[in-house]
């Protein structure tokens, strides 16, 4: 089974700086898709950035970035220029190429954005 | 387009008591989730359907939790009866069929069992 680990229960980053959050995961697949997803007090769900397995370009979406290292099974998300919008739980999630799609998400990591 | 739609987005109930979860999920999305979220953790599948039928309930206490999909839209999930553990946020999330396809959330129904 699949396994994801977030190590950092909490993050604070002063607001215009970068901050990385970390994410490590276990498999013994060969093609997968990671993700991060943000969940603001509202709760809901939302998709930052994924990133395929099989490309070794690292996924970028305006201020966030990725680091993908497959061989370390680290997927750490960088957020530049952080706004007070940011602050939220974001999560890593891990999910299988191949058969259902569900998705397996570490424990989440609080970030604070500070003024 | 309309998200996915949950109700009720809070509920507090006595433990032994039963509850439902209701979930309408993004039109022509096949595939519908639960996922079970306890605080301090990340989400936890419970369910999966494809249109009307069970993909994966390997995680869903099945003596206590049940689960369905009738005409392969709405789904709704119901506890009878609830444990205090059960107290969570309980998230549906649906897709399209596929590899390369994005889950989209409900905003989720918390659970408060006393």
């Known amino acids: 089974a699949q396994t994801v680990t977030q190590s950092q229960p909490e993050m604070s980053v002063q607001e215009a700086e970068t901050v990385t959050l970390s994410c490590t995961y276990d498999?013994?697949?060969?093609?997968?898709?990671l993700f991060w997803y943000k969940q603001p007090p509202s709760r809901q769900m939302i998709l930052v950035i994924r990133?395929?397995?099989?490309?070794?370009q690292n996924a970028t979406e305006n201020r966030f970035s990725v680091n993908f290292q497959k061989a370390a099974k680290s997927f750490s998300l960088k957020i530049s220029d952080s706004q007070l919008g940011d602050a939220a739980m974001y999560f890593c999630?891990?999910?299988?190429?191949?058969?259902?799609?569900?998705?397996?998400f570490g424990t989440g990591t609080r970030l604070t954005i500070i003024p | 387009e309309a998200g996915v739609a949950q109700s009720p987005r809070y509920k507090i109930i006595e433990k032994r008591q039963s509850v439902a979860f209701w979930c309408n999920p993004i039109s022509g999305h096949a595939t519908l989730y639960w996922y079970q979220q306890i605080l301090g953790q990340g989400p936890k599948l419970l369910i999966q359907?494809?249109?009307?039928?069970?993909?994966?309930d390997s995680q869903l206490p099945k003596d206590r939790f049940s689960a369905e999909r009738l005409k392969g839209v709405d789904s709704t999930l119901k506890i009878q009866p609830a444990k205090l553990e059960d107290s969570a946020v309980y998230l549906c999330?649906?897709?399209?069929?596929?590899?390369?396809?994005?889950?989209?959330f409900g905003q989720g129904t918390r659970l408060t069992v006393v």
């Open positions: 999630a891990y999910r299988s190429a191949w058969g259902n799609e569900k998705l397996t």
């Open positions: 498999t013994s697949e060969s093609d997968y898709y």
């Open positions: 990133q395929e397995a099989y490309k070794q």
């Open positions: 999330a649906s897709s399209l069929v596929g590899e390369n396809t994005e889950a989209f």
């Open positions: 359907f494809q249109n009307n039928g069970v993909v994966d």
